[in-house]
């Protein structure tokens, strides 16, 4: 009876405010494993998609930058616990996609659980180690606070399509910006089934948008949107990446560049963390207990 | 000298209290520095820097072109070996050298930078110059502790920075520039504005003084060809610019699909915020401080007015009858207030953007002045029953001209002060602590006065959210421009 047992797919499908759309453009690609065989037809986005996106993370941005820090510690720490459970899917979805044994899909995926992990524990440490009190010379409080940047676009990895995808979402969301995800081009299918577990984790809609295609198709009008704030372009060539960081600039985007990465599992410091950050000084005079007259 | 208000009978008039030019002695022309001496421009080009105030021609100034910044480059690159890897101890003790010296030379610095500049002597010599030499004293001493800076262990210098900066405090954005990059290891090629290049000359020489190792520090005087010479050569690692956003993003373009490590410090749109429960008079000293500081050509002026419409007669009348006493004039008498603007192309800018503000509607109050009849004036503006529409509220002027809007609640003066493509300053005016702190969160700008304004400080960290720029200067936050982190 078992052999009579025909499975049933999965349809894959982006991840935008919360929901779950097929690309508005109605297309698909084919997806196939590191062998060559046929996984899913994934969706293939559009402009219109990628713009959808961008809508939806502005939209969640002042509600997620706005939580404290220890809730969006709690609320990553939810989504690695869901990870957890869903650690057989993406252990076949990654040696899938990546031609990897299931025993070493699952370190990469055991090690994509802990990194979110350990971005959960900085959310609010992050400040501490960012910020500070400044000693200005004179009678005033100054005080330095890093702020999240507002909305990123992040190229994720073509190669390292789970590890190499958490290891450059998290640190952006962290800090309290919201996300717009372009999947790896070849391997998407991780990605796409990590937005069901983020649907699932109490991460508000919107905060993390995951779309899959051709990256340089969906990039060009990220890179140029006037209401993106930060580029991560981790995932794209030396020649895509000079063509992204030219639009980028019309509005002064803030842009990682692609830096070559041989190890994800290696320890990731903190410069992702502080890449899409800003610094607000605030002054206010401190006046003098006692003294007469003004304090400013 | 003209005044603002007029002198007879009144009981509040100065005599004239000049500063002496005698205690700076200009030489008739300048070279470039490259690797420690001052030569010519390759093509034999000068061009005049003239004193704003009078349009006296003050210097001829070598202007460098592509070949000399290539020179520049190279001795820069030399002397990047030595530099990087002395002890940070001793790149310090340089460091420090330079500081006194600033310190010990300040007043002739401050008349030449009057002088070049057109600003009040009051504000070069209390302003500009104690926070130059502070800023030296506070990057030497990282030079041997940046192990402690939050960057890791033994982070390393970048190369060569190229840095370009603006007419407005030509020589504090020189030591925001110079004093970080040589504190962690960098060597320096330096473009100061065409209109004020000679501060920046007169650094060379304290360079000299100092002892400083040839080639650490080479200024480049020059008009934005020779900027965009050093932004885009391929021997720089580093770029660093202070200036207009427009020249900003050009740069950003530039040195897009390079290693170039980039910070730009741009434009902005200071909201300064009153409250009704503000204290209006510190509010009013706060605003003509805001607006009116360095004629309103800076960066982070407060150049919107957001007040609580309940207090908005109240407020306005006691800043029109205070910017009735502001003095107007020769920007070397110790009495003045408000110096010349810094060029005839500024003063047509600002000229052409409050025609714009009028033609647009908005109604303009100018301070009663006579303005002297050479150089270069604007008298302190304000223009009223503006909306955010206005060209006047969403451009910067960079001029002595404040654009007055209203606002009912805390959250609409929030949204306006926010309706910006700038994010760099931002003011608030009220005596409520909670008020003060739920507004200042949700600011998006890099600096936030609270019931102060236009304050700076080298360990203050300084910077624009958006398209006023990214990167910071200043404070333990400056050090990551200029390293490889």
């Known amino acids: 009876m078992s052999d009579a047992r025909l499975s049933v797919f999965k349809t894959y499908k982006l991840y935008v405010g919360g929901k779950f759309p097929r690309s508005e453009s109605g297309r698909v690609y084919e997806v196939t494993s590191g062998k060559g065989e046929w996984l899913a037809n994934a969706p293939l986005s559009s402009r219109k998609d990628a713009r959808d996106a961008v809508v939806?993370?502005?939209?969640?941005?002042?509600?997620?930058?706005?939580?404290?820090?220890?809730?969006?510690?709690?609320?990553?720490?939810?989504?690695?616990?869901?990870?957890?459970?869903?650690?057989?899917?993406?252990?076949?979805?990654?040696?899938?996609?990546?031609?990897?044994?299931?025993?070493?899909?699952?370190?990469?995926?055991?090690?994509?659980?802990?990194?979110?992990?350990?971005?959960?524990?900085?959310?609010?440490?992050?400040?501490?180690?960012?910020?500070?009190?400044?000693?200005?010379?004179?009678?005033?409080?100054?005080?330095?606070?890093?702020?999240?940047?507002?909305?990123?676009?992040?190229?994720?990895?073509?190669?390292?399509?789970?590890?190499?995808?958490?290891?450059?979402?998290?640190?952006?969301?962290?800090?309290?910006?919201?996300?717009?995800?372009?999947?790896?081009?070849?391997?998407?299918?991780?990605?796409?089934?990590?937005?069901?577990?983020?649907?699932?984790?109490?991460?508000?809609?919107?905060?993390?948008?995951?779309?899959?295609?051709?990256?340089?198709?969906?990039?060009?009008?990220?890179?140029?949107?006037?209401?993106?704030?930060?580029?991560?372009?981790?995932?794209?060539?030396?020649?895509?990446?000079?063509?992204?960081?030219v639009a980028a600039a019309d509005n002064l985007k803030r842009v990682l560049r692609p830096q070559p990465v041989d190890d994800w599992t290696a320890d990731p410091g903190t410069h992702r963390l502080t890449a899409f950050l800003e610094t607000k000084t605030v002054w206010h005079p401190t006046g003098s207990l006692g003294a007469s007259g003004s304090s400013y | 000298m003209a005044e603002m208000t007029p002198t007879t009978n009144n009981p509040f008039a100065y005599a004239p209290a000049p500063e002496s030019r005698s205690v700076v002695d200009i030489a008739p022309s300048y070279g470039l520095f490259i690797d420690g001496e001052f030569t010519e421009a390759a093509d034999g080009k000068v061009f005049k820097t003239v004193s704003p105030a009078t349009e006296e021609v003050l210097s001829e100034v070598a202007q460098a072109g592509a070949a000399d910044v290539d020179r520049a480059v190279k001795a820069a690159r030399k002397a990047f070996e030595k530099w990087s890897a002395l002890p940070g101890a001793e790149r310090a003790k340089y460091l420090f050298r330079i500081a006194r010296i600033i310190q010990e030379r300040s007043r002739e610095l401050a008349v030449l930078e009057t002088l070049d500049n057109g600003k009040p002597i009051k504000e070069t010599r209390d302003a500009d110059l104690p926070l130059v030499a502070a800023h030296f004293f506070y990057y030497a001493g990282w030079a041997d502790k940046l192990d402690h800076a939050g960057y890791g262990a033994d982070p390393r210098p970048l190369g060569v920075a190229g840095q370009v900066i603006p007419?407005?405090?030509?020589?504090?954005?020189?030591?925001?520039?110079?004093?970080?990059?040589?504190?962690?290891?960098?060597?320096?090629?330096?473009?100061?504005?065409?209109?004020?290049?000679?501060?920046?000359?007169?650094?060379?020489?304290?360079?000299?003084?100092?002892?400083?190792?040839?080639?650490?520090?080479?200024i480049l005087p020059g008009y934005g060809d020779t900027g965009a010479a050093i932004v885009a050569h391929d021997d720089v690692n580093k770029v660093a610019f202070t200036g207009s956003t427009a020249v900003g993003k050009e740069i950003a373009r530039t040195v897009a699909g390079t290693e170039k490590k980039l910070t730009l410090e741009l434009g902005g749109k200071g909201a300064n915020i009153v409250f009704d429960d503000a204290p209006i008079d510190q509010a009013v000293e706060g605003?003509?401080?805001?607006?009116?500081?360095?004629?309103?050509?800076?960066?982070?002026?407060?150049?919107r007015l957001?007040?609580?419409?309940?207090?908005?007669?109240?407020?306005?009348?006691?800043?029109?009858?205070?910017?009735?006493?502001?003095?107007?004039?020769?920007?070397?008498?110790?009495?003045?207030?408000?110096?010349?603007?810094?060029?005839?192309?500024?003063?047509?800018?600002?000229?052409?953007?409050?025609?714009?503000?009028?033609?647009?509607?908005?109604?303009?109050?100018?301070?009663?002045?006579?303005?002297?009849?050479?150089?270069y004036w604007f008298a302190p503006t304000l223009f009223t029953n503006v909306t955010q529409a206005h060209t006047v509220a969403r451009d910067e002027i960079f001029g002595p001209v404040l654009s007055v809007l209203t606002f009912r609640t805390p959250e609409e003066a929030v949204a306006k002060a926010n309706n910006s493509q700038y994010g760099l300053s931002a003011g608030i005016w009220t005596e409520k602590g909670s008020r003060i702190l739920a507004v200042a969160e949700r600011l998006r700008a890099g600096v936030v006065w609270a019931n102060t304004f236009n304050k700076f400080d080298p360990t203050s960290p300084f910077g624009g959210y958006k398209e006023s720029g990214f990167g910071r200067e200043g404070g333990r936050h400056g050090l990551?421009?200029?390293l490889d982190v």
């Open chain 2, 480 to 482: 990551e421009a200029y």
């Open chain 1, 56 to 245: 939806a993370a502005r939209k969640a941005f002042g509600g997620w930058a706005g939580k404290t820090a220890y809730n969006r510690g709690q609320v990553l720490y939810r989504v690695a616990e869901m990870l957890e459970g869903r650690r057989e899917q993406f252990v076949r979805e990654v040696a899938d996609a990546e031609g990897l044994s299931k025993s070493k899909a699952g370190a990469v995926v055991d090690a994509a659980i802990d990194r979110w992990v350990w971005y959960a524990g900085w959310t609010d440490k992050v400040a501490q180690i960012a910020g500070g009190a400044n000693p200005v010379a004179g009678p005033y409080f100054n005080l330095s606070s890093p702020e999240p940047t507002g909305v990123v676009t992040v190229l994720a990895p073509q190669e390292s399509s789970f590890l190499g995808l958490v290891s450059v979402l998290a640190p952006v969301i962290a800090t309290g910006n919201t996300a717009v995800v372009i999947a790896s081009e070849r391997s998407p299918l991780p990605a796409l089934s990590l937005g069901e577990v983020l649907a699932t984790s109490d991460l508000p809609g919107g905060v993390v948008n995951v779309l899959s295609g051709r990256t340089a198709e969906i990039a060009a009008p990220l890179a140029a949107h006037q209401d993106v704030n930060g580029l991560d372009l981790c995932g794209a060539d030396e020649v895509l990446a000079k063509e992204l960081q």
């Open chain 2, 287 to 303: 605003i003509v401080s805001g607006i009116f500081f360095n004629q309103g050509q800076v960066c982070c002026a407060g150049s």
């Open chain 2, 306 to 375: 957001l007040v609580q419409e309940s207090v908005q007669d109240e407020l306005l009348d006691s800043l029109k009858r205070r910017l009735t006493t502001l003095r107007l004039g020769d920007p070397l008498d110790k009495n003045t207030d408000i110096g010349a603007i810094n060029s005839a192309e500024q003063l047509a800018r600002i000229t052409a953007l409050v025609e714009t503000g009028e033609a647009e509607g908005a109604e303009r109050w100018s301070a009663p002045c006579e303005l002297p009849s050479s150089g």
């Open chain 2, 167 to 218: 007419w407005n405090f030509p020589l504090l954005m020189l030591a925001w520039k110079i004093a970080p990059a040589l504190a962690t290891g960098n060597t320096v090629v330096l473009k100061p504005a065409e209109t004020t290049p000679l501060s920046a000359l007169f650094f060379a020489d304290i360079c000299r003084q100092a002892g400083l190792p040839k080639g650490v520090v080479n």
